[in-house]
């Protein structure tokens, strides 16, 4: 199985703040990775995918970026609503993997 | 709209047997390329997948729970089945299904989970 590893595992910070994720594959993965956001007590829900490709409906405040086996996760202004746990996931082969998670809190 | 909802019941004895459906509407399982997924995550932890069955019957399990796991689908009825046996306490999570798409460039198809259900929290206890 493909080893999904983020960094870090949480963070803080304040409404504004420009936030970067980070997601490492234990083997290159060329863009199959995906990003989603899960709220507590609720479904995870896709922000990006095939690495940089916005989902319909999310702010253009997110973005990701990367290929192979480096990826990020970046809000450019964190948003009240951003305060969540962040899943990266990867699709190049199966089975599918997710990374252990980011939790944004706020500062 | 697509929607999914996972229904079946919540509290199981170890050694047991799960029975989780996922009823959908707003898409076909006929469809080429579409499948129906189960995700799991156990309180304050990270998602696990476990299995996913396509548009053509094609099945595919986590390997680590294969032994354990069935997938089926009920075209007619709009339904997905997950069955697990010998369930045990570590198995204690919230159980999501979700609709899995794939995304096609020019060079590349993406797989996908870009529809997910509210997720049932199924309990192993005696």
Redesign the interface.
Known sequence: ?IQMTQSPSSLSASVGDRVTITCRASQTI???L?W?QQKPG?????LI??AS?L?SGVPSRFSGSGSGTDFTLTVSSLQPDDFATY?C?Q?YS????????TKVEIK | QITLKESGLTLVKPTQTLTLTCTFSGFSLTTTGVGV?WIRQPPGK????LA?IYWNDDK????SLKNRLTITKDTSKNQVVLTMTNMDPVDTATY?C?HRET?C?ST?C?????Y????TLVTVSS
Do not use: I
Request: net charge negative; charged share 10%.
């Open positions: 199985d060329s863009s199959y995906n989603y609720k479904a995870p829900k896709l995918y095939a490709s989902q899943y996931q699709s199966p089975p599918p993997t997710f990374g252990g998670g | 997924g990270a998602l696990e997948w996913l595919t399990y986590s390997p999501y979700a995304y460039s590349d993406y797989p996908l989970f870009d997910w259900g509210q997720g």
